[in-house]
């Protein structure tokens, strides 16, 4: 009887190997593709925060630096949310956005005669992420914001 018992445990203990060695290639794959939607997840949020800051300040730029005209102040406006939305960027990702036109001011669409300002920061994925088989990946990922300016601020 003790023959045919470790036989059978040693059969066991095989089928068992056998089974991690199936299941363990696809175990890896699946944190691995977990990790990496976090990355691309997390530099995500980086460049939205950026952007959002960066519209704020050019809310927050003050009216009275150009004599309280509005119309002087967007030029720095824009200039002051370009600075702050690359500020905020993490120094790992800052030298990779690109840092042409990152603030522009462009017509609102309503009421008519008011001033957008929007921020948008583009991050190529392709020289900062490694490219693995079988998982999609953007070659870019951009943050973006729209504030509208008031003629009164």
């Known amino acids: 009887m003790s023959r045919h018992g470790n036989r059978n445990r040693r059969q066991t203990a095989g089928v068992a190997a056998l089974e991690f060695a199936i299941v363990l290639p696809l175990l890896i794959t699946v944190v691995l593709g977990i990790v990496y939607y976090g990355v691309v997840f997390a530099l995500q949020q980086s460049l939205t925060l950026a952007a959002a800051e960066g519209a704020r300040a050019a809310l927050r730029y003050p009216l009275a630096a150009n004599g309280g005209n509005a119309g002087a102040t967007v030029g720095p406006r824009v200039l002051a949310a370009a600075q702050t939305a690359q500020a905020m960027l993490p120094d790992s990702i800052r030298s990779l956005v690109n840092s042409a036109d990152i ?19 583009n991050l190529p994925t ?12 953007p070659a870019t990922l951009t943050g973006s914001a729209t504030v509208q300016l008031s003629p009164d601020t």
């Open 103 to 121: 603030a522009q001011a462009i017509a609102c669409t309503a009421p008519a005669g008011a001033v957008c300002v929007r921020v948008t920061l």
């Open 126 to 137: 392709t020289t900062l992420l490694p490219q693995l088989p079988l998982v999609p990946v």
